[in-house]
């Protein structure tokens, strides 16, 4: 197990590049992760910054626009769905609704009458989506001989009762959206760290020097490449495992409130993938200098146009489309999704599984290149 202990040894010169990723990952969780214990099954109704959009100016609208305004602020928007989304996603505003031109006409089918965009990253604006809910409910019940009676349902909507929670068994969101963002998150680091640190000790076998004795020495190629491989296996295996148990010992008492296998075998799947891309990439260069700057450039670059960074629901169509060329689209994709079974899933793991075949394949072309070269 000589190559083995030389890859380990070697790995662990470049310790300062796994430390300062991981102390800067971790410091940034503890931060975004402060004060979920206080929000945990919570829920108050706050006044939000909402844009109403009235492109029906009917009695039924204005009289919904004036209810909103009565439990909201109102801010100026255009009804143009980027400035939408961008309003959004600057927190200038909590949710904005577009009111359509035939409004009364889809309340009256009970067809979906109304277009709300809302930051899914605060649990509050979830209330929004409540309150117009409530309106037609309330306004499709007193429809009557083709017209809504809105006196009774300002009546009704005025009325205050009050309730006792007897019964907290909802998970909770603000914990899903810790994990959900923490794993996210990781994907930025694993990229990052495989490249850069198992990149770098490939490289160091790769030296010419280092390949001149190999072809001397008595070891076997099959045994030198599966320690080799071993090698790259554990040190993988333990990177992943310290933000798998670094989830645990933050958030280890959520975790029968969230589906944590969801989290797991996405995160080891994704591993592996970035592990083939590692081999690939290895395979290409042995510069130094060229695998720490593509280690950057992917782990950053991959990040904001896959989700990590900026939500993918924020992220443009032509965005969205490139990203799924990359395996970080369909990892973050699933750490979103609400899961029944592992087939909810299934689509999202054979692409990214796809992914590692493909990376290597490549690989090994490359690989064979050098060797005729």
Sequence with gaps: MTVYRYFIKIALKNKGAILTYTIIFFALTILSGMGVGEREAKFTGTRLNIGIIDNSSSELSISLKTYLEE????????????????????????????????FEEKVINREKSIEIYKDDRKIESMQIQNQVDKFLMFANATYEKGKFNLADVNSALDERINVELIDN?????????????????????????????????????????????????????????????????????????????????????????????????????????????????????????????????????????????????FLGEKTLALAKFLPNYYFVKINGMTINSFSDM?????????FAAAFILMGLYFSKTQQEV
């Excluded at 969230?258 to 990439?281: A, G, P």
């Excluded at 904001?304 to 993918?312: E, K, L, R």
């Excluded at 299934?346 to 796809?354: C, N, S």
């Design 346 to 354: 299934k689509f999202e793991i054979l692409m990214q599984l796809l």
């Design 169 to 313: 068994s909802a998970k909770n969101i603000s914990i899903n959206e810790w994990f959900k963002t923490y794993y996210n998150f990781t994907s930025y680091v694993i990229i990052g760290l495989y490249i850069s640190v198992i990149g770098l000790v490939m490289s160091e076998f790769k030296d010419e020097n280092v390949e001149q004795r190999m072809k001397i020495s008595s070891k076997k190629f099959l045994s030198f490449n599966m320690e080799m491989y071993l090698g790259q296996l554990t040190l993988a295996g333990l990177i992943t495992l310290v933000f798998i148990l670094g989830s645990i010992v933050l958030k280890g008492k959520y975790i029968e409130e969230i589906d944590f296998n969801k989290y797991l075998i996405n995160t080891i799947i994704f591993s592996f993938t970035i592990l083939c891309l590692t081999y690939f990439i290895n395979n290409f260069t042995k510069n130094k200098f060229i695998i720490n700057g593509i280690s950057v450039v992917l782990s950053l670059g991959t990040s904001f146009i896959s989700g990590v960074m900026v939500p993918q629901e």
């Design 71 to 102: 439990k909201n602020d109102i801010v100026d928007t255009i009804d143009d769905e980027e400035h939408i989304k961008e309003q959004i996603f600057l927190e200038m505003a909590d949710a904005i609704i577009i009111i359509p031109k035939d």
